[in-house]
């Protein structure tokens, strides 16, 4: 893949460098959608997956699709 060391495997933010020929016009395209980094990422990540299976675990089952109810018009004379 083309972003291979520019985006951070955890948050998909922009990786930091001091290169400054690494800031193209494509990486700047990504700081825009994506952001920078924050750093810490991987100290941060079992964090976030315990609190997403909480999360999981935490949200109701959806109910079941009903039809919509059908209106049938009426006729005033």
């Not at 998909?12 to 810490?40: E, F, H, M, W």
């Amino acid at each position: 893949m083309e972003n291979d060391g520019i985006l951070c495997q955890v948050c998909q933010g922009v990786l930091v460098t001091s290169d400054r020929k690494a800031y193209t016009p494509a990486r700047g395209r990504l700081i825009v959608t994506n952001g920078y980094c924050g750093g810490g990422c991987a100290e941060r990540l079992p964090q976030r997956r315990v609190s997403a299976e909480a999360a999981w675990q935490q949200q109701p089952a959806m109910p079941a699709a009903q039809e919509p109810a059908v209106r049938t018009p009426t006729f005033q004379h």
